[in-house]
């Protein structure tokens, strides 16, 4: 999701400040790493981009309350985390749903890997917020 949203926020002209899950950090880190630097070859804001991870769920819960700063929070993740933060943030929340993931299979694909694909998709953490629904 990290790339997604920060896609999402320069496209649409905004700034975005990322909070990932502890079981990425070191790909998030990573992912921020690569977005900043593309940004800054564009000769584009670089702090468009921003991450919280390192301050962890405290971090998260200042940035929750930081009125006047902070215009909206717009929580990705399980229904815990999403009700969480609209129960807890004192800053506007554009509440998410849980999402409808699709896994599209083009016809060059190879079979056995589009196979795996489609199996850890939907049954490797069946309950997390990006796994498949619809294939």
């Not at 990425?24 to 992912?31: D, P, Y």
Request: with cysteine.
């Amino acid at each position: 999701m990290t790339v997604d949203i920060a896609a999402l926020a320069l496209k649409s002209g905004n700034a975005a400040i990322l909070r990932g899950g502890s079981a990425a950090s070191h790909t998030n880190e990573m992912l921020l790493s690569i977005i900043r630097n593309a940004l800054r070859a564009c000769s584009a804001p670089v702090d468009a981009v921003q991450s919280i991870d390192e301050y962890g769920r405290e971090g998260a819960t200042a940035l929750m309350n930081t009125r006047g700063s902070v215009d909206v929070l717009i929580p990705r993740g399980g229904s815990d985390l999403i009700q969480h933060v609209v129960q807890n943030a004192r800053v506007p929340v554009i509440e998410t749903g849980e999402g409808n993931v699709h896994v599209y299979l083009d016809e060059s694909a190879d079979p056995d890997i589009a196979r795996n694909v489609a199996m850890n998709a939907k049954t490797s953490r069946p309950s997390v917020c990006n796994a498949a629904e619809t294939l």
